[in-house]
């Protein structure tokens, strides 16, 4: 895997993630679990390994995992929030 490789999958799982985030806010289930598919499509790369980045190829990397990170964060905001509920139930 090249360089240029690494960031466009990179590029394409942080706005699978974005438009996933989206979907989850919308309820658009569906369209949740078919981007999520194709986001593991995408992902399934890493598993032969992603070579090293340096300078600024390695800042955009690090920028778009934070993205994922953060819509990642949102789309369990919508999809999780029975965590929060069942901690408060339990203090009780």
Avoid at 20 to 33: E, I, P, R, S, V
């Amino acid at each position: 895997m090249t360089s240029n490789e690494v960031l466009s999958m990179y590029e394409n799982i942080a706005g699978l993630t974005a438009k996933m985030a989206g979907a989850a806010k919308t309820g658009d289930w569906n369209g949740l679990a078919a981007m999520e598919n194709a986001c593991a499509a995408q992902a399934a790369g890493v598993d032969t390994g992603v070579p090293a980045l340096a300078g600024a190829a390695r800042l955009r990397k690090i920028e778009l995992i934070k993205q994922i990170m953060a819509n990642d964060r949102a789309i369990r905001e919508v999809t999780q929030p029975w965590q929060l509920s069942d901690v408060m139930h339990a203090a009780h």
